[in-house]
């Protein structure tokens, strides 16, 4: 049976306001700045996220200050944090909400949709915690802990979707959502959930079932694809000058600072050394290239076949 709402509520609200973590977007919930931890959360744990987060603020404390800088100082600002797509959408959000909307962001969740980088989740979580609107905000965490106490091991976005209403609180709707992430990231991790420190046990039906362990089903990750790439690292003169050439502004690595780089060879999904696949690339094999005396050219440049497996995806925002 389910758990009834209010009860479950009060437990997981309780346990929130008495061992919440200090982290620094929880001491002033601006719009902005709740937007801004939620693209910086995004794929990373709080923890890493934190340093990011301070400095940013030092950098571009308002949509202004982030709307009037330039597309280098926002990566330059984010380095270090990965998947850079996420602070390219930011910086063109705040343009966005520069120009559409008089610097103040619309606290309606359909509207926040239409923002780049801002998906469901975004959307329900900025609407949640930054304006007290009343909807949902479905994370990996929150994924996870509705599958244990709803015991669904494949549980359907319509069916977390449905239970996360549910239970919201409509008073609290944004530390209500900040709560049931923080006990997916604290209590009922992936692996050995601290169910005996659990405020919501009684409402879960898996420990009930004793089917924690299963629960949610792990899914097979799809292999990833394998790329051989080639680099040609090009340095001139005697105070040494390095060849840099800049990615599309689409795609893998967008608008990043590499040496030339080619791709060469695109293995089927899943061909690996260890799998046994695939055909050697066809290239020969690399060689350093000499200049010749007193050339005008390139000093050196050397070969480097490269492989690199591909980051999944972002995940939808
Ligand atoms: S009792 Fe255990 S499995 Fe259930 S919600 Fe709590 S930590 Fe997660």
Redesign the pocket.
């Known amino acids: 049976m389910k758990s009834d709402p209010e009860d479950f509520r009060r437990a997981l609200l309780d346990h929130f306001d008495r061992r919440r973590r200090p982290l620094p977007w929880r001491r002033e919930r601006t719009p902005y700045r709740v937007m801004v931890s939620e693209f910086m959360l995004q794929q990373t744990r709080a923890e890493t996220v934190v340093p990011y987060y301070d400095r940013w603020l030092r950098r571009f404390p308002g949509w202004d200050a982030l709307a009037g800088a330039t597309a280098d100082d926002v990566l330059l600002a984010w380095k270090g944090l990965g998947y850079y797509r996420r602070a390219r959408s930011l910086h063109r959000t705040a343009v966005i909400v520069r120009e559409r909307y008089g610097g103040r962001l619309p606290g309606d969740p359909a509207e926040l949709r239409t923002l780049p980088g801002v998906g469901e989740y975004t959307a329900g979580a900025v609407a949640s915690i930054a304006f007290g609107v009343p909807v949902p905000a479905v994370d990996g965490n929150v994924k996870?802990?509705l599958s244990?106490?709803l015991d669904v091991g494949d549980p359907t976005a319509a069916q977390l979707r449905d239970e996360a209403t549910r239970l919201l609180d409509p008073e609290r709707p944004g530390d209500f959502n900040e709560a049931i992430m923080e006990?997916g990231a604290t209590?009922?991790?992936p692996r050995s959930?601290?169910?005996h420190?659990?405020?919501?046990?009684p409402?879960?039906l898996?420990?009930k079932a004793g089917t924690?362990g299963s629960?949610p089903l792990k899914r097979r990750r799809p292999p990833l694809p394998r790329v051989d790439y080639v680099t040609a690292v090009v340095v001139r003169g005697g105070a040494p000058v390095t060849l840099l050439t800049r990615r599309p502004a689409t795609g893998l690595l967008a608008g990043m600072w590499e040496f030339p780089t080619a791709e060469i060879h695109r293995h089927p999904a899943g061909a690996t050394a260890a799998t046994g696949a695939p055909a050697p690339p066809p290239y020969p094999p690399p060689r350093p290239v000499r200049r010749p005396a007193r050339s005008s050219g390139p000093r050196q440049a050397h070969l480097q076949p490269l492989s690199r497996d591909l980051p999944p995806r972002d995940r939808a925002l």
Request: glycine fraction near 0%.
């Open positions: 996870r802990v244990r106490l006990l209590v009922c991790t959930p601290r169910c420190r659990c405020p919501v046990r409402h879960c898996a420990d924690v629960r």
